[in-house]
């Protein structure tokens, strides 16, 4: 089975600065998803941005972006210019890519805290 | 609009009790799925379903009931066997089974279950 790991239970930012979550993850295969999903006071969960491991480059979007690393089996997520806004849990999730059912298995989770 | 609709928000049990909680999709996915939350951890996976009269247990599936009877519509019931239901349960949705790129999974707001 596979696991996710984020070894941060919380990380502190000034607004405007950047700040990166680490996540590790532990599977047998070759072919996958990785995932970040943000979990506001809300509590709704909202996909930040994905990355298929057959891609060697790193996915972005706008302010977020990962740096995969396939052989260290690692995806973390760089938040740039931060803005209160982000302030969230932050989890990475894990999918495999050749299984039906389209499960995710989810990491501990990341409190990032955005100081004014 | 589109999107999932979790039912009640707030939900409180009573020792012996079962009690449902309710999921309906408008996005016609084929595929829904029950996690559970609880304080300061991680999503786990409880059930499953990828098509209409189909389901699978996920991680943690004793003490929970489900049923997929429609298409938009993925029950969860927590029966007087699970002694541990106080948690946040999130129910999400996927456009089919398959483990695709686009295939992601969209999650509903929560119910927070809670034992008098």
């Known amino acids: 089975a596979q696991t996710v790991t984020q070894s941060q239970p919380e990380m502190s930012v000034q607004e405007a600065e950047t700040v990166t979550l680490s996540c590790t993850y532990d599977?047998?295969?070759?072919?996958?998803?990785l995932f970040w999903y943000k979990q506001p006071p809300s509590r709704q969960m909202i996909l930040v941005i994905r990355?298929?491991?057959?891609?060697?480059q790193n996915a972005t979007e706008n302010r977020f972006s990962v740096n995969f690393q396939k052989a260290a089996k690692s995806f973390s997520l760089k938040i740039s210019d931060s803005q209160l806004g982000d302030a969230a849990m932050y989890f990475c999730a894990y999918r495999s890519a050749p299984a039906a059912g389209n499960k995710l298995t989810f990491g501990g989770g990341t409190r990032v805290l955005v100081k004014p | 609009d589109g999107g999932i609709t979790q039912s009640p928000k707030y939900l409180f049990r009573k020792e012996g009790q079962n009690v449902t909680l309710s999921c309906e999709q408008n996005l016609n996915h084929d595929a829904m799925y029950w996690y559970r939350q609880d304080p300061g951890q991680g999503l786990r996976l409880i059930y499953y379903?990828?098509?209409?009269?189909?389901?699978q247990k996920g991680d943690i599936a004793e003490g929970y009931s489900v049923s997929r009877e429609k298409k938009e519509s993925f029950p969860l019931t927590v029966t007087s066997a699970q002694k541990n239901p106080t948690a946040f349960y999130l129910c999400?949705?996927?456009?089919?089974?398959?483990?695709?790129?686009?295939?992601?999974?969209?999650f509903g707001a929560g119910t927070r279950l809670s034992v008098l």
């Open positions: 999400a949705s996927s456009r089919s089974r398959t483990a695709i790129a686009k295939n992601i999974q969209y």
């Open positions: 990355q298929e491991a057959y891609k060697q």
């Open positions: 599977t047998s295969e070759s072919d996958y998803y």
């Open positions: 379903s990828q098509i209409v009269n189909d389901f």
